[in-house]
């Protein structure tokens, strides 16, 4: 519950304090204790963001931006992030499509960035080393001077049952067997998600499998800088600018390709 999510990292940390204070002379340890102090630290400021986040959608101070901003960069940004954390779970992070034609658009960066990673940070932390999450980005279509984009995240973890499919958008819910497994979590990330999702325009949708993983889709419109998007594309014409990647990461040398080629760059 939540006072458990609270206590936990606190005492952590205070004990974790203790213990560097009476091994000063000990730099191993104390390292060690940082550490440690540093970790529960994050999930308490994770809580924290959390609960700010659900006070401000029940008061309906919810406000969405809407600035300039370059769609596959942030995205881009957001899987950088999370990249590590991937690794650190033993799981293989792909994105098998970036195909973003209009990237220039208006939004509010920091928000997309959190529903992001709150879907992929979901997959991550519920399918079980050796494992695979697999992400996908696309624009379906474009209306009038709105991009219509999808985003996609799968996974090959626990799942979730149809009754607990029907709930999870509900505060501080969580499926059985990710309490009884003793995953960490509060579950309001879907909740603060779809809130949103909502308050963008946009829309989530899951389907799952128990023991087989789940898939989390979510689209969501934006409004296209078209000035901006067509000016960028003259000046690369008339650049005739072509580039060449070198990279020793299969998976990041396909995401640049993409990214460039979007761009009208010719890319070898």
Known sequence: DMSHDIRT??????????????????????????????????QLLTLASDVLDLSQIEQGELIIKEEPMCLPQVFEETVGLIRRKAAEAGLTLECTSVQVKDQAVMGDALRIRQILLNIISNAIKYTPAGGRVTLKLTQTESKESYGIYCFSCADTGIGMEPEFRERMFVAFERARNTTASKIPGTGVGLTITKNLLDA?????????????????????????????????????????MRVLVVEDNELNMEIMEEFLKAADVQVE
């Open 9 to 42: 990292p606190l005492n952590a940390i205070l004990g974790m304090a203790a213990v560097g204070q009476k091994n000063i002379g000990d730099e191993e340890k104390v390292e060690d204790c940082l550490k440690k102090i540093e970790k529960s630290g994050v």
């Open 200 to 240: 963008m325009g946009g829309t989530i949708e899951a389907q799952s499998t128990p023991g087989k993983g789940s898939v989390f889709t979510i689209s969501f419109p934006l409004k296209i800088q078209r000035d901006v998007a067509e000016e960028e594309k003259k000046i690369l014409a008339n650049r005739d």
